[in-house]
Structures are given as C-alpha cells and as structure tokens.
C-alpha cells in the first residue's frame, strides 16, 4: 500500500544534458553530465545510469571533480549551496551555503580550501567571478559567507572563464575584451579587439576560451569562426596572437589535451576539429556528429574526449578521434507539433525529435530508444532557411500503424503538404513506408486518428483540415500479378457548412466519429458516415475533443477557447454539464473512466481529474508547475499501484506525464529517481565484485539455504531446487545486457558447481544401478554375520534422525555394500 503522502510532481526526464561540460571521473569510467535539478552519473563502457544525485532545490549550473580527491564531487546550483559528493556510493557528504544564486563553478589543487563560482550583481546583466572560502567542520551543512572578488563585469557561461598554468592566472572574455588576471601580481590586463561595425571586424565578439595546462597561452573562440592563440599576455604592450580558421560559424566551446599538445574545438559544423601544436596545417577531423557541439571535455587520463550536443545528447570519443559511447536524451525540438504518444509495443514515449523525425524515448531509463527519419531529406542547418515539419503523427491497430503528415510553407499560397502511412515490419522491427499521399487536404491538416476498436475489421484513418473537410482513409488490397500489397485510399469526405475542421476522435468501439467544425460538434456513423446529431454552445472553438471510456463511453468531452468544458449525453443527445476551465491539455485514460485536464491559471498550471459521468473532481492539485504545460498524455503501468484513497486511485492503473513550455518532462509518482534505477545499472559501480550479479542472487543464496538445511535434511530425500519461474532474479538476468554480466566461462562452471548434489545430502535411490558381477561374487563369499555387522553399523552412523534402527534383510544389506565400495570422487573434480 502506498501512502497518500507520497504522491508528488517530479522530473522523470527530459532534462538537458548540454546545459554544462559534462566531467570524466579520475579513471575515465564514468561521466557526469548535469540534469536539471540532478546530476547524472554515466558509464563511458556500457552508457547505464548508474547513479543520480539528488539534493539540489533548483536547477545545476556547475559540476567539477574535487581536486584534492577524485573520488569526490563538487556540484553548485541556483538554489545558493555548493554540495560535495562521494560519487561511487551516490552520497552527499557536504552543503556549502553561500546564499546567491550561483550560475558557475570551478576549483584547482592550488586554490587552498576555496572555489571559485560566478554570481549576479544588482545591475542586469552584470555577473562576477569570486572565491568562496569553504570553511572546515564536522557538520554536514556549513555556511560559506566569506567572498573575495575576482573579476567583474564577465559573462556567466562558465565557457567564457578558464584558469591556466597551474591556477596561476585566470582568463574571461565577453564581447570584445580579454581579461586576465594573475592571483600573485593580483593585476588585471585587459586586451580589446576591434568593434568597428565595419564588415571585416564585424564579428569579432569573444564566444570561449581555454588556457594551456603548462604553458602561459590562451586560445579564445570568436563568433567569425577564428580561434586566437594569445601569448605574453602578462606584457599588456608586448602581447602577440595568432588565428587558426576552419569553422565558418562561430567556434562553440574549445579544450586543451591533458599534455597541451592538441587543441579541440567545435561549432555549428557538427564537426570536431583537432589542431596539433596549434598548427594550421596539423589538423584532424570527426565529421557528422549529428547537431552543433555545444561543449567539449578531456578526461584528466587524457584517453577520452567527450562533446556535448544541441539535440541533447553526448557523445564520448577515444583519442583517435573514434566514437565509442553516445548517451542521447530527450531530443528538445523548437516546438513539439506532435504532441505526446504512446508507442503501444515499446511503451516509448513518441514525439518530434530531429528536425524531420520521429524519437522514440524510454521513460522507465530516461534515454533514447531510436529515431525514425520522417522526411528522409538532409538537414540543412542555415538560419532563415524555412525547413520541412513534421506536425502530426498518430499510432493505429495496436501500433501496426502510423500515420504522419509533414508540411512546408514559405508563402500563404505555396503550401507544400505530405501524408505517410508507415507499416510496422517485424522482419526488420521497425516502420517501412507504405504510401504516401501527397496534398491529402488542400490546406493545413488540424487533426488526424484512428479507429483502435478491437472489433474493427479494416484499419480507419481520419483527417481533419482547415479547408473545411474532413476525410475518411481505409486500407484496400493494392495487389497485382507481381506481388501482393496493401494500400490506403480516400473512401468519404465529409463537410459541414463549410466551416474549419479542427479536431476529430472515435468513440470506444469505433462506431461513432466525432468532428468539430469550429464552434459546432458533430456525431457521424462510422458504417454508413451518415451526420447523426450535433452539439453547438456557442462558447467559442473547440480546442479539445475526447469520447468517455468504459462506463462512460456514453459522454462526449468538449474544451472550448473561451475557457468552457462542456460534458454532453449521446443518448439523450443533451448538454449534460459544463464548467468554466480554461483547459490547455485534456487527456483520457485508455485504462479507467478517468479523464485529466490541465488549464492555465494566473500562477501556473492546475490538474484536474475527473470522470464525465459527475462534474465533481476526483483529483485537484493547483500549481503543478509554473509555466503553461502544452501536452500530456496516460502511460499504462506494467504493474499496477496500490492507492486506496479514493483522490489517488486515478493513479492505479495509468501515470499521467506532461510536458511544460519549456520542455521540461514530469510526471506524478512515487519513487524518486534514484530509486528508479534497475539493479543492474546500480551494479555497475562495483564491477570488481563479481559474485554481485543476477546469477548470484540465484546461485549464491540457493548454496546458502543448501548448507543450512544439509545437516538437517534426511539421508534418502533428494534435494529439490528452487522453481526458477518464481525468482524475481532470474528474469533480471534475462533482461540484462550480455555486455554488462562476466563472462560466460565464469558463469558456466559457477552455475554447473551449484547444481552438483554433496555427498552427505545422497539417497539410495540416486545410485546407478550397473554393478560389476565379479564384486557380486565377492559379496556371496563373505560370511552373513560380518556382513550383516558391517551394515549395522553403517547405519547406526548416519543421521537418520529416529531412534530406532530398521532392521535389513541379506539381500538389501548386499546390494548396499556393493554401492559402498564404487568410487564417486570424480563428482568432486567437476
């Protein structure tokens, strides 16, 4: 049972991934990446979350390993506290309380026992660079209000600061200036490109920089694609620089190797460059990275590299410039036009992804399952240049099929629109394209769905439009002599006094459509597409149209603009009540009569959760979120909850996640999510202990209940296993990546060792019967008496547990002594 309590709104995903650099542990295997209110610990050998750390109250602006001890985490946040970590066991050791809001952090082994983190002025706009000196106590929070300005008047992207030389100096740019100021002189030099408007130094603005680890140089980015390598910079008269120019857009993020032998740089290219002794000439690249590089990081080992990207996600790269590990998360699209689906056979959450795509997303790993190219054109990244979108899709016949539509529009007369029907392939397991319709409406599609009746013979589709239609799509025998084929085609088209088509759903078992013509609902047949009723309220458009399920599939479910939920009665074909929501997001739950609805209040969202058969809710939760929530959509559990408050059983069955305008993901549970994490993916931190597997939940606690019950155990019961359908261990196994469990040599001979039965558990019954007629021979030849003694007292030694000892006749005593005298120590060696 769940307690009531328990229930709140949390981040389940989503978050960005290239909000910061992302940071290598000490030993390169794992990688740390910053995710919004969390920090996220990653394995560079396998991709797992292995851990998430959580504390923070607001959003994460800064991570960076402890310098005095690898095996530790510094991590600051808008919430005013520094937090260390001791990230191998997932535990905070420390709060440092600083009391602003911080938007950066850094620390070097020569700062002694202080940090460096920026922090917003009272003027906008206005950041400083200061150091925070971290007091030393016992306690676990600690307020750290000693601060020392540095540097003022800087940009608060933690690329636009870097320290070099061993913590001798450090450099910030913004704009046109470089500063640099050196901790011992505790002088600041300041160097000014040229701001002229003219066109040759029109982009000349600073966008990063990084200081070589052993030299006194500085490499700084600029928005015209040139990098500048700045040298006897502590002269502010006698300073020189020279520039590197590949990109031909502004230079993104830049990093210096371990040794400082090679600069790393990255931009809108999707391309990482790498210039070897700062060289025009020595340079080598690792093009088609997919999007703009956001960030780029260096392991202290120096083996690895790591870049951080604009459609989220990362990707880690040996030092031959090969990929070796993408962690990709939830891609963030400029607009989500699909809104939120349920991909019925991976449970994916489906939305836009890449321009032109379709992602499919793990919400139970919160990473990236695939994408499947839509538009199957190239991505041509150029501002102004107005691209194909993809805006809508919907999934049909129990995820057998999916529709899309994509458009194009550069002029209010030259709309370019498309519809595809894809098919799902098991040979492949993924979708292949079926048909493709080109201008199914000749004007912008509002609405689509299908008809996900389980009595539906033939797969339905409608579409909605603004040019007044609305057409009915059915799939026909597209045979001929060569092969055999399936296609879809138009069979009706339907209007309504040539109003807009705005939205349109089927009823639970298909047999009424629903189609909105701007203020007015209509009910059509789905067997003849006969007009049979309509509801008008004259409240304005409808935004939101849904039918009722289960033992409310008699209602209809209306949200109109004015901010107007409407409830009618198909049966008696009346209004059966409405309210005043201004609703944003109405989604039912394919599992219950339960209906969620979202509306828009003057200090955020407020979720709503009723049936239509009362106006009464069953669920309010005010100020979900702060910010408008733009899609929602009911996932089915695959275990069902047990809440037994009547407010909370909406949540039995179902969980209901939304997307807000910022496209952060949340949801309402009751785990948080750290423990989300599978105990495979917790099990990585400890790879040395390989005992600590699924196989050993199995094995190693079925040898320990065979010791204890050994010695009680009678000597002629055999011993029965486990029955392994009811291990929860094994179906762990079972779904456990090959490359995360040892190897299978290990695993073979643990495996066979715990199924060999102990000499001391052996029963009679056990003994082969094939027995040598010589030892027959022997056996009749020795007296009866001795025989008979011998066997007396084999059996006064075994623990039979009785205290009377059966009495055997000649020939069961015979046939025993023979079992006594084969050898049975080759069981041992196996």
């Known amino acids: 049972m769940v307690e009531e309590e328990s229930v709140r709104v949390v981040r389940c995903g989503g978050s960005e991934l290239n909000f910061r650099r992302a940071v290598f542990s000490a030993d390169s295997k794992y990688i740390f990446c910053v995710s919004g209110d969390f920090v996220k610990v990653y394995s560079t050998a396998t991709e797992e979350c292995v851990h998430i ?56 082994a020569h700062a002694e026992d202080s940090v460096f983190v920026i922090i917003k002025k009272e003027k906008p706009d206005a950041f400083q660079l200061v150091s925070v000196k971290l007091p030393k106590s016992t306690s676990q929070e600690i307020e750290a209000e000693e601060l020392s300005l540095v540097l003022d008047y800087i940009n608060q992207s933690p690329k636009c600061i870097a320290f070099g030389n061993e913590g ?85 993020d830049l990093a210096f190797s371990v040794t400082g032998t090679s600069l790393l740089s990255g931009g809108r ?9 700062a060289a025009e000439k020595n340079k080598e690249f690792l093009p088609r990275l997919g999007a703009t590089i956001e960030h780029i990081s260096v392991s202290p080992a120096g083996d690895l590299f790591c870049t951080s990207h604009s459609d989220n996600k990362i990707i880690v790269i040996h030092r031959n410039l090969e990929a070796s590990a993408v962690i990709q998360g939830l891609v963030k699209d400029s607009s989500i036009l699909t809104g939120l689906m349920i991909d019925p056979r991976t449970k994916a959450l489906v939305l836009n992804g890449k321009p032109g795509h379709l992602q499919f997303y793990s919400l139970q790993s919160d990473k990236q399952l695939y994408n499947l190219d839509i538009v199957q054109q190239e991505y041509i990244n150029d501002y102004g240049l107005i691209q194909i979108e993809l805006t809508k899709a919907a999934f049909g016949c129990h995820g057998n099929w999916l529709a899309t539509v994509e458009q194009r529009q550069e002029k209010k007369t030259e709309l370019e629109l498309q519809m595809k029907l894809w098919t799902y392939s098991k040979k492949t397991q993924g979708f292949i394209l079926n048909t493709k319709v080109n201008m199914p409406h000749e004007d912008h599609i ?69 189609v909105s013509f701007e203020e007015i609902v209509t009910i ?9 009723c309509t509801f008008c309220q004259r409240a304005g458009n409808i935004r939101h149209l849904c039918f009722g399920r289960l033992t409310c599939s008699k209602y209809l479910l209306g949200a109109t603009e004015n901010g107007i939920l409407c409830c ?28 969620a609805a979202v509306s828009k209040s003057s200090v955020g969202s407020d979720l709503f959760v009723f049936k239509p058969s009362e106006p009464r809710p069953l669920y309010i939760q005010k100020n979900i979120c702060r910010e408008e ?5 009911f996932v ?102 090959a490359h995360v469990l040892p190897s299978a040599s290990f695993l073979c001979s643990m495996f066979v060792s715990s199924l060999l039965l102990s000499k001391e558990t052996k029963s009679a019954e056990e003994i082969p019967d094939d027995i040598d007629m010589e030892e027959e021979k022997e056996s009749h030849s020795s007296g009866e008496e001795n025989d008979f003694t011998e066997k007396v007292e084999d059996i006064n030694n075994a623990d039979l547990g009785e205290d009377i000892v059966q009495q055997l006749s000649k020939s069961e005593e015979k046939e025993l002594r023979k079992f006594r005298k084969i050898d049975y120590s080759w069981i041992t060696a196996l």
């Not at 969980?655 to 999510?673: G, I, M, N």
């Open 53 to 108: 750390l959580q504390g923070h109250r607001n959003l994460v602006t800064g991570i960076q390993l402890n310098p005095n001890n690898h095996l530790q985490l510094y991590s600051c946040s808008f919430d005013g506290t520094i937090k260390l970590w001791d990230y191998i066991d997932g535990i905070l050791i420390k709060t440092f309380i600083v009391g602003h809001k911080l938007h950066a952090f850094f620390a070097h």
């Open 168 to 252: 001798e100096y450090v450099a910030a740019v913004r704009d046109f200036y470089l500063s640099v100021y050196f901790f011992k002189k505790k002088k600041t030099s300041r160097f000014t490109l040229s701001s002229s408007r003219n066109r040759k130094h029109a982009k000349n603005n600073f966008t990063c920089v990084a200081c070589h680890p052993k030299e006194d140089c500085i490499a700084t980015g600029h928005e015209d694609g040139k990098i500048r390598l700045w040298r006897n910079f502590d002269d502010d008269k006698k300073y020189t620089y020279t520039c590197l120019h590949w990109h031909h857009d502004m230079v993104m």
């Open 269 to 277: 290219e999707s391309v990482l460059v790498e210039w070897r002794d």
């Open 446 to 514: 509002t609405a689509l769905c299908f008809c996900n009746a389980e009595n539906s013979e033939n797969p339905t589709l409608v579409t909605a439009s603004r040019d007044g239609h609305f057409k009915v799509w059915i799939l026909t025998d597209d045979s001929d002599i060569y092969k055999k084929a399936v296609g879809w085609t138009c069979d009706f088209v339907g209007s309504y006094h040539k109003y807009q088509a705005t939205n349109c759903c089927f009823s639970e078992d298909g047999s009424l459509l629903a």
């Open 524 to 532: 059509w047949d789905s067997e003849t597409w006969e007009l049979k």
């Open 568 to 595: 009618w009665n198909l049966l008696s074909c009346a209004l059966e009540w409405s309210a005043k929501l201004n609703i944003r997001v109405m989604e039912p739950d394919p599992n219950s009569e339960n209906v």
């Open 629 to 633: 929530v733009q899609w929602g959509v």
């Open 636 to 737: 089915p559990r695959d275990v069902p909850e047990s809440f037994t408050s009547e407010a909370y059983q909406w949540l039995n069955r179902s969980q209901f996640y939304f997307l807000t305008k910022s496209q952060s993901l949340l949801t309402f549970s009751t785990k948080s999510p750290e423990e989300k994490l599978t105990p495979t993916s917790k099990q990585l931190l400890a790879e040395e202990s390989l005992p600590t597997t699924p196989f050993y939940f199995i094995l190693g606690k079925h040898r320990q209940q065979q010791d204890e019950k050994s010695n009680e155990t009678l000597e002629n019961e055999l011993v029965q296993l486990p029955l392994t359908e009811n291990i929860p261990a094994i179906s762990e196994l079972l779904h456990t990546p």
